[in-house]
């Protein structure tokens, strides 16, 4: 199968997405129904920017100009996590242009969508059925990619150490604020910090900013959207938890009874809890962040723009790490 066939392919398994098809509806409320953290709002997100941002043939073609396809196909391991809905797309769509046959280990959080978005492109390609296969275990693949937390990458590494690999850890994303945001970019802030309740390593989980930050219009302008999710079980359980642990140790924070702000180093915070530090030297800070190795994308003016940190491009590799060049070359 040629690459325009695929990326047709790829442009009808768009519209299927974008489609009320009962089958894809039904899909939809199964992942729902088996994750708690899966809502039709953040599925719907999800789709969205895939089909807008993956699936559309000019950016397709404009993101494969940049490589040189392999001439074999290899067979290639994908262990993908399951934080987001549908967050092992990009290695999925990466393996599919690049023609290898790719041995998919979903997680159980996260094992109805991509499935019938296979089934989908199996009947419309048969012969796809000898290309990708979900599997409970990947023995005796060439080449591996696994997405997983700290802990679970120290087994990949004993796991496949010694095959072509990329392994993926824990990383999230901070936003820098300079003390002269409007409420229109603290707008669009909240999607990145409240998009998929903050779990994806895209979501900003600490606010760097100047000493002697006013706080109080950021809260303000963040409150209608956190005050929505405490609707949601699961995000209040974890306010409610966190904001009794603050309390009996003594822990300052700040709140707009929806949301905690925590002044912490760490840039991971709990969902419903945003850590913040202060700084005094951006351009220093900004560096201290991108040699971390713990930061996706810093959001702010200079940096990803506020509200696209959940929108990235074919060309926004996890890690860092250039999925696509790994695939062109095993």
């Given at each position: 199968m040629?690459?325009?066939?695929?990326?047709?392919?790829?442009?009808?398994?768009?519209?299927?997405?974008?489609?009320?098809?009962?089958?894809?509806?039904?899909?939809?409320?199964?992942?729902?129904?088996?994750?708690a953290w899966f809502t039709k709002e953040s599925v719907d997100l999800s789709v969205q920017n895939i089909v807008n941002q993956y699936l559309q043939p000019p950016l397709l073609k404009e993101w494969l100009s940049k490589y040189s396809l392999p001439v074999q196909a290899k067979k290639v391991g994908i262990i993908m996590a399951g934080n987001i809905p549908l967050v092992g797309f990009h290695d999925f769509i990466c393996s599919f242009v690049c023609a290898h046959q790719q041995h998919i280990k979903l997680s159980s959080k996260?094992?109805?969508?991509?499935?019938?978005?296979?089934?989908?492109?199996?009947?419309?390609?048969?012969?796809?059925?000898?290309?990708?296969?979900?599997?409970?275990?990947?023995?005796?693949?060439?080449?591996?990619?696994?997405?997983?937390?700290?802990?679970?990458?120290?087994?990949?590494?004993?796991?496949?150490?010694?095959?072509?690999?990329?392994?993926?850890?824990?990383?999230?994303?901070?936003?820098?604020?300079?003390?002269?945001?409007?409420?229109?970019?603290?707008?669009?802030?909240?999607?990145?910090?409240?998009?998929y309740f903050g779990l994806g390593c895209r979501n900003v989980t600490q606010l760097c900013v100047p000493k002697g930050y006013d706080f109080s219009l950021l809260l303000e302008s963040l409150k209608p959207f956190s005050s929505e999710l405490m609707l949601h079980h699961k995000y209040k359980n974890n306010y409610d938890y966190y904001f009794a642990i603050y309390m009996l140790n003594k822990v300052p924070f700040l709140t707009n009874d929806s949301l905690m702000l925590v002044e912490n180093e760490l840039p991971f915070s709990a969902v419903s809890v945003l850590h913040f530090r202060y700084y005094t030297d951006m351009q220093q800070l900004a560096h201290d962040l991108e040699v971390s190795g713990n930061i996706q994308t810093i959001v702010g003016k200079g940096f990803t723009p506020f509200g696209a940190a959940q929108i990235p491009s074919l060309s926004d590799y996890a890690d860092g790490v250039d999925t696509m060049s790994f695939l062109c070359s095993i």
């Open positions: 040629n690459i325009e066939k695929r990326i047709d392919l790829l442009k009808k398994l768009g519209q299927y997405m974008q489609s009320d098809e009962t089958d894809w509806r039904i899909a939809q409320e199964q992942a729902c129904n088996m994750n996260d094992d109805i969508l991509l499935r019938k978005l296979i089934g989908k492109l199996y009947e419309w390609e048969p012969n796809l059925r000898s290309e990708i296969f979900i599997a409970d275990n990947l023995k005796n693949c060439e080449s591996y990619i696994a997405t997983g937390n700290n802990n679970s990458a120290r087994y990949f590494e004993q796991y496949f150490g010694k095959y072509p690999h990329i392994i993926r850890r824990n990383r999230t994303s901070v936003a820098i604020l300079e003390g002269n945001e409007t409420k229109n970019e603290f707008t669009e802030l909240a999607n990145d910090v409240f998009s």
